[in-house]
């Protein structure tokens, strides 16, 4: 499990404050935070939320034992990172809620749908603190429905999630 530590209890804190902010929650934007506490906004497109759901869906056929989050908040080192989709098993799901709310332990699975105008640097940087916060394979897809899938080193095919595609 991954610890909780004293910068993680600061972001945790930090998210909490954002999260009861009613006019926030009504914004159209994935709401995130840096490792200043900086509240940051990034924009969807409706194609962006059917790809969601497209994962959710085929992540309900392909596992079994465990749950689909979307927009799932995880304590990062560097801020709180909702992944676009995550799955956690139910053990995870325990462990997860004993790190606090939002949790410091990632998820299995973090998904990120992010468009092919985004850079490589930000990908690498979210797959690097999804990965250090426990979570077993990060996947990005573009909008396109191309998934990618990454553990220390990209695969070919999802270890967890055998048998999902990379085509969507």
Request: glycine fraction near 6%; hydrophobic fraction near 35%; include cysteine.
């Amino acid at each position: 499990m991954a610890p909780t530590t004293a910068p993680a209890k600061k972001h945790q804190k930090r998210w909490r404050e954002i999260a009861s902010d009613r006019l926030l929650g009504e914004l159209p934007y994935k709401v995130e935070t840096n490792h200043r506490g900086q509240i940051v906004l990034s924009p969807h497109r409706f194609s962006h939320s059917q790809l969601q759901r497209a994962i959710q869906k085929k992540l309900d056929e392909v596992l079994s034992g465990g749950e689909v989050f979307p927009e799932c908040p995880i304590t990062t080192e560097r801020g709180v990172r909702p992944a676009d989709v995550a799955w956690a098993s139910a053990d995870r799901v325990a462990e997860m809620e004993e790190t606090g709310d939002p949790p410091t332990l990632a998820p299995e699975i973090c998904i990120e749908v992010m468009p092919e105008s985004n850079d490589w640097e930000e990908r690498e940087e979210k797959r690097a603190l999804y990965l250090k916060a426990g979570a077993e394979e990060v996947w990005v897809a573009d909008e396109e429905g191309n998934v990618r899938f990454f553990a220390d080193e990209e695969l070919e095919e999802s270890l967890v999630a055998e048998g999902f595609p990379s085509e969507l």
